[in-house]
């Protein structure tokens, strides 16, 4: 009965640790215990490669969280430098429901050469800019998609797993390295 019980609360304790040691690694908000970072759906990177990390809280716009925070958005855009749409962060972000998700999605248009405002159509909505010059070759039906999913639709020959854990990684490292250089 002793062996048991040791095994028993052994077990518990392991399985309670490891569930908070998984929540430190940049999961947002519970991490591994189900909580929801702020760019998508947490653990799984949201089906798509949607991170983790944040600056505002969820219910922020990411063309709000820029216009808010001017030394965000200029640090950020230094840190894309050229990848940025024209007309600027904050108006490229229109639609996005978080920072984290236009980020990956303009690491997307540029890593797979596929026009970043076709791509915010079909995960957003959001209706193309007049002065987008391929405008006329976007034809995406279906919207609200999360990134791997319109990877898929724009670039059938893509592999959106990886293709969209890659530029969430590099929408990471961009926001969180921007986030600092603010201090």
């Not at 972000?93 to 791509?119: E, M, P, Q, W």
């Not at 990886?162 to 530029?167: D, G, L, P, S």
């Amino acid at each position: 009965m002793k062996r048991f019980t040791f095994f028993f609360a052994f077990a518990v304790a392991l399985y309670l640790s490891g569930g908070l040691a998984l929540a430190q690694h940049g999961h947002g908000a519970g991490g591994a215990l189900g909580g929801l970072g702020t760019h998508g759906e947490s653990g799984s990177h949201g089906n798509a490669g949607e991170g983790s990390t944040g600056t505002a809280p969820k219910s922020e716009s990411a063309s709000a969280q820029l216009t808010e925070n001017q030394h965000l958005d200029t640090a950020l855009t230094k840190a894309l430098g050229n990848l940025v749409p024209s007309g600027g962060l904050a108006t490229a972000c229109t639609g996005y429901t978080n920072l984290g998700r236009c980020v990956s999605a303009i690491h997307v248009a540029n890593n797979r050469k596929l026009d970043f405002f076709c791509l915010r159509k079909a995960m957003t909505g959001t209706a193309l800019p007049s002065t987008d010059t391929a405008a006329a070759s976007c034809t995406v039906a279906q919207t609200n998609l999360k990134l791997g999913q319109a990877i898929q639709k724009l670039d059938p020959d893509a592999n959106s797993k990886v293709e969209a854990t890659k530029a969430t990684k590099q929408a990471d490292t961009d926001i969180d390295n921007a986030s600092h250089s603010q201090t």
